[in-house]
């Protein structure tokens, strides 16, 4: 079969607050998603789509995974570029996977093929599955997620509950708020009700705090997520990740490592040298050294913070200038 061009597999160890050191597998080509979400950090959905397939060779994954486990990673995540669950092998993955190591592994979801057998069936073989849930009725998806046609918000909900029947590992339901959108009571009060029938292990709110696709989607301030947080029954974890990186020693990684994390999603300094263990003062280094050679860029999401981005991610998915 022919697949499509790839510029490697596995990414990070990346620091995410719930999955500590988490290791990155990347199933899909670049934004090939069921949505296209305004608040994506990865730009606009280029290739919008419900088609299942072995977009990269299951073979390679394996071989460039099995070359990065001596990263000694906490979680290895499917996540990456676009929606794991496109991937027809994701089942095939985990097996394999469990062959190899006793890292546990983790499935970072919009949750909207779980309407799908097959898929809940291949997403059993995971050890957490965090799936997503952001509105709280048909329109508000609509406005946010902008899914592909075929998605209805019935269909995500029936799949959001009927994989909690199937599933016996950790189940943790992901809310994206955004100021002006859903940071609002009344919105938040009918995600909760949808929330409590899913009756995922947990409910953690999150909002944007790297660039987003839309100028528009705006991230909510720490201390109203947690008021939000109340709303729910029992009341959700607020999973912000702001988290800065501690000096590490023993790293491998270099200048090639920064670029594939830069290529993935926009980074500060401190969430490179968190995730690849490397000390902060040569990641700076490293930093100016690709602004110099122009193939990274810095934003800034907020005044007291400077992310990078790849260039060729910016060139692929051009934003609007930042007001
Ligand atoms: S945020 Fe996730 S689900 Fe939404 S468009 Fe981006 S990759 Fe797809």
Not at 36 to 48: E, S, V
Request: net charge neutral; aromatic share 8%; hydrophobic share 35%.
């Amino acid at each position: 079969m022919g697949y499509v061009k790839h510029k490697g597999y596995i990414f990070g160890p990346v620091p995410s607050r719930r999955l500590g050191r988490s290791l990155g597998v990347d199933l899909v080509p670049f934004k090939t998603c069921t949505f296209d979400c305004i608040y994506c950090q990865l730009g606009h959905t280029t290739n919008k789509t419900i088609e299942r397939r072995e977009w990269v060779p299951l073979r390679e994954v394996l071989d460039e995974l099995r070359s990065k486990l001596t990263l000694k990673p906490d979680y290895i995540t499917l996540a990456g570029s676009g929606e794991p669950t496109l991937y027809s092998r994701i089942g095939d993955l985990m097996d394999e996977i469990r062959l190899m190591t006793d890292i546990p592994v983790a499935v970072i979801t919009n949750g909207s093929l779980l309407w799908k057998d097959e898929v809940r069936r291949q997403l059993r073989h995971a050890n957490v599955v965090i799936p997503s849930l952001d509105a709280g009725d048909e329109m508000l998806f609509r406005t946010i997620n902008r899914p592909h046609p075929a998605i209805t918000y019935e269909w995500l909900l029936d799949g959001l509950s009927a994989f909690r029947q199937e599933f016996r590992g950790k189940y943790w339901l992901e809310v994206f708020l955004l100021d002006g959108y859903t940071a609002i009571d009344g919105e938040v009060r009918k995600i909760a009700k949808k929330a409590q029938e899913i009756q995922a292990d947990l409910v953690q709110l999150n909002t944007c705090v790297r660039p987003a696709t839309e100028d528009y989607a705006r991230p909510v301030p720490w201390r109203r997520l947690v008021e939000l947080a109340d709303i729910f029954t029992p009341a959700a974890e607020v999973v912000v990740d702001y988290r800065s990186g501690a000096p590490q020693s023993e790293s491998t990684s270099g200048p090639t490592d920064i670029l594939q994390m830069l290529q993935r999603r926009p980074c500060t300094a401190e969430d490179i040298a968190a995730g690849l263990r490397m000390d902060p003062a040569t990641v700076r280094k490293e930093i100016e050294r690709l602004l110099q050679e122009g193939v990274i860029e810095a934003r800034k999401v907020d005044p007291k913070r400077t992310h990078y981005v790849a260039r060729d991610l910016l060139c692929a998915h051009p934003r609007k200038p930042a007001k």
